[in-house]
């Protein structure tokens, strides 16, 4: 072979795996850590006499502001957001969260479901139930 062929043969091969390279080194920033919930009360699957208040812990990569609580109860449905929401920091760097509805509920089930994103795009949703007697 000749010798102008092995040298663009060596510089072809070399461009490829320089390409290589250069995709293999991507960030891992980009990658998606969702939101994580625990600490609930009531807990789920709990029986209470009334229910009235709610509180859960949100992990450390949580944005406080994108925390959303929605109760459904039957034909009773209300929406909780950031704003009407008690969200303080803990010393570990997670949310603990608390909120209150409209009126105090007697007698059911009741889907709790809260949403929150860690960075946009991120996105968490997680439920659970609980009955009223």
Known sequence: MKPQYLIAAALLFGANI???HAYGNG???SKCVKPTFS????????????????????????TPTSIEVNVSAGQ???????????????????????GKIDRPFQHG???ISLTAHSKPGCEKTE???IRVQ
Do not use: M
């Open 18 to 20: 320089d390409a290589v």
């Open 27 to 29: 960030s891992s920033s």
């Open 39 to 62: 600490e609930f009360q009531p807990s789920a699957n709990k029986y209470l006499q009334s229910f009235r208040e709610f509180s859960f812990v949100a992990s450390a990569n949580t």
């Open 76 to 98: 009773y449905k209300q929406h909780i957001g950031a704003k009407e929401l008690e969200i303080t920091s803990k010393p570990s760097g997670q949310f603990e969260v608390t």
């Open 109 to 111: 089930f009741i889907h």
């Open 127 to 129: 439920g659970y139930l």
